[in-house]
Antibody, heavy 120, light 107 residues
Framework: QVQLVDSGGGVVQPGRSLRLSCAAS????????LHWVRQAPGKGLEWVAV????????YYADSVRGRFTISRDNSKNTVDLQMNSLIPEDTAVYYC?????????????WGQGTLVTVSS | EIVMTQSPATLSVSPGERATLSCRAS??????LAWYQQKPGQAPRLLIY???TGATGIPARFSGSGSGTEFTLTISSLQSEDFAVYYC?????????FGGGTKVEIK
C-alpha cells in the first residue's frame, strides 16, 4: 500500500535551519511529483513546494522562496525539504504529499506530518 | 492567485441529517476542484476530485457538484465519524490553493 512517512521536525531558533525528509513506499516513486504542504497551528492548509518526477523542476510558494529547497532521491524513494533562515511564521505541521505526474493536481496520499516549531 | 472561500465556517448538524458545504473560487477553476476531510491530529484525506468523482474507498454518502466558481460538498446522512474539518482545493491555476475550511460539528 502507498505510504509516505514524514520526519525531521523539531524545535529550532529563528534564523536556524532544519531538514525534513519523507520516505515513500508502495508506488512507483519516480513517476510522481512530490509536494510539501504545511498547516500552522489551528489554521488551514498552505502549499509550500513541489519537485517534478525527475527532480529537474522545482517550484515554491512566495512565502518560502529563497529560503527553502526541495530535493529528491529516486534511488532511495525520498524527498527532502531543506529549510533555512527559519522565522516564527514557519511554525507548522509539514506534510509530504504527491500528485500523479503533473505539478498541479489533487493530493491523493499524505504523510502523517511532522511538526516544526520556530521559537527562541 | 485564485482565492477559495468556504462557507459556512462552522456547520452544526445532527447525526443522520444532511450537510451541505460550499466553496467559491475567485475565478473559474473549471472542474479542477478537490475536497478533503481532516480530523484532529490527522493528515487530510482526499474525498472528491474533479469536482464530483469520489476517491477510492470513500462512502457514497459523500458527493460533490459544481463547476466554474461554485462548488458543493454534500454529506447525505451524517455519521459520527464525519464530524471533522473539510477543505476544498483548486488545481486549475498555479499555485494550487485551499479554502479556509468548514468545521462540521455535532448539533
Amino acid at each position: 500500500q502507498v505510504q509516505l512517512v514524514d520526519s525531521g521536525g523539531g524545535v529550532v531558533q529563528p534564523g536556524r535551519s532544519l531538514r525534513l525528509s519523507c520516505a515513500a513506499s508502495g508506488f512507483t516513486f519516480s513517476t510522481y511529483a512530490l509536494h510539501w504542504v504545511r498547516q500552522a497551528p489551528g489554521k488551514g492548509l498552505e502549499w509550500v513546494a513541489v519537485i517534478s518526477y525527475d527532480g529537474n523542476n522545482k517550484y515554491y510558494a512566495d512565502s518560502v522562496r529563497g529560503r527553502f529547497t526541495i530535493s529528491r532521491d529516486n534511488s532511495k524513494n525520498t524527498v527532502d525539504l531543506q529549510m533555512n533562515s527559519l522565522i516564527p511564521e514557519d511554525t507548522a505541521v509539514y506534510y509530504c504529499t504527491r500528485t500523479n505526474g503533473n505539478y498541479r493536481g489533487f493530493f491523493d496520499y499524505w504523510g502523517q506530518g511532522t511538526l516544526v516549531t520556530v521559537s527562541s | 492567485e485564485i482565492v477559495m472561500t468556504q462557507s459556512p465556517a462552522t456547520l452544526s448538524v445532527s447525526p443522520g441529517e444532511r450537510a451541505t458545504l460550499s466553496c467559491r473560487a475567485s475565478r473559474s477553476v473549471s472542474s479542477n476542484l478537490a475536497w478533503y476531510q481532516q480530523k484532529p491530529g490527522q493528515a487530510p484525506r482526499l474525498l472528491i476530485y474533479g469536482a464530483s468523482t469520489g476517491a477510492t474507498g470513500i462512502p457514497a454518502r459523500f458527493s460533490g457538484s459544481g463547476s466554474g466558481t461554485e462548488f458543493t460538498l454534500t454529506i447525505s446522512s451524517l455519521q459520527s465519524e464525519d464530524f471533522a474539518v473539510y477543505y476544498c482545493q483548486q488545481y486549475n491555476d498555479w499555485p494550487q490553493t485551499f479554502g479556509g475550511g468548514t468545521k462540521v460539528e455535532i448539533k
